[in-house]
């Protein structure tokens, strides 16, 4: 399409340039026998008109239709009432200003009218988040929601995306409210996914995949927004910043962002706290079989895993390797990194 536009545009130029020839205008009075001179002035309107005409209409509106589409459908609302507040105000100013002799009192109503839709427009846009909060607080809006409810927006982090549990999680009817997949963070989870290390490019293409399951599944809402925080380079910063513009939670299982969002008042939905909580209690003295796999830390001991991933040492158990044992609870230890349970064989 530019092509096609800059030919017109170089037709376009020599045309004006050939007229202004023929014409024979103030700025181009071509003396007797100047042939190549003549020809000098087209070819130079002509390569004028090429260059410049795309960045006179083609580009300029593909460059407005791309900022227009990264706007949600909130902002592009306050978008067209700014622009109806400029013009209304440009009206009511023009009429004293058309009052002025010509030409003042011609070109200044059109120009006040530009100038305050513009201005107007920019400021709306910009102050957008604070006024569509302002209109939610007064009850002129409901508060938005993707799903068509009233459920919790949740911001989607990269690493709840590629750890895969997000999916079963959803399945399960837990997460209730709409996911929201910042552009920042699908664009991370590209970049993993075309990786040339292997086990980061498996993670991304599976974190993709998760994505698309969960889209098509329906059974919690996943959308991809497209709102963004400028001169904020970091993921984990641009997430807290949105999940506090609009009062989110984020859903994570990396440690560090939960620790900034609880700092900044951020309500955190971390993956690992969950499958935690959801591991069957154990207490001292219950009965546990579980197989030994490897040896433990302390002389002697042995290390096996239960079925949620709960790590269970047992003392004595460094002999029964590759073998399952009947163990007894002695202690349970709540760690960062999850639950420990310390056993013994059982006697008898």
């Not at 993670?203 to 709102?227: F, N, Q, S």
Request: overall charge neutral.
């Amino acid at each position: 399409m530019i092509r096609t536009i800059r030919f017109l545009g170089a037709a376009l130029g020599g045309l004006i340039g050939i007229t202004l020839v023929v014409a024979q205008l103030a700025v181009f009075q071509p003396a007797p026998g100047s042939t190549l001179l003549v020809a000098a002035w087209v070819v130079a309107w002509i390569v004028l008109g090429f260059t410049l005409l795309p960045y006179l209409t083609v580009i300029p509106a593909l460059a407005a239709l791309r900022s227009v589409q990264q706007l949600s459908t909130a902002e592009f609302v306050t978008a067209i009432i700014g622009l109806f507040l400029g013009l209304l105000l440009g009206l009511l100013l023009g009429l004293p200003l058309a009052q002025l002799p010509a030409p003042i009192g011609t070109v200044a109503p059109i120009g006040s009218s530009l100038f305050l839709g513009l201005a107007m427009v920019g400021l709306t846009v910009a102050k957008r988040h604070d006024l569509i909060t302002a209109a939610e607080s007064m009850g002129i809006l409901r508060p938005t929601s993707t799903d068509g409810g009233s459920g919790l927006r949740i911001l989607v982090d990269t690493s709840a995306i590629i750890d895969g549990r997000i999916a079963d999680i959803a399945d399960s009817g837990f997460l209730f409210g709409t996911l929201e997949v910042p552009r920042f963070v699908l664009d991370e989870v590209q970049r993993l996914a075309d990786s040339s290390d292997t086990l980061r490019r498996t993670r991304g293409r599976r974190g993709l995949e998760i994505l698309a399951r969960m889209r098509k599944a329906g059974t919690t809402p996943v959308v991809v927004i497209d709102e963004d925080v400028p001169n904020t380079p970091e993921v984990d910063s641009k997430l807290v910043a949105l999940a506090k513009r609009n009062g989110r939670a984020v859903l994570t299982n990396d440690l560090n962002l939960n620790r900034i969002a609880d700092l900044q008042g951020v309500r955190v939905l971390n993956v690992n706290s969950l499958a935690n909580a959801v591991k069957p209690a154990l207490l001292p003295g219950e009965d546990l079989r579980v197989r030994v796999i490897q040896p433990g830390k302390d002389a002697g001991q042995g290390v096996g895993y239960l079925d949620d991933g709960t790590m269970v040492v047992v003392e004595g158990g460094a002999k029964s390797i590759d073998t399952e044992v009947e163990v007894t609870v002695t202690r349970v230890l709540q760690t960062v990194a999850g639950r420990m349970v310390f056993a013994h064989p059982r006697q008898g």
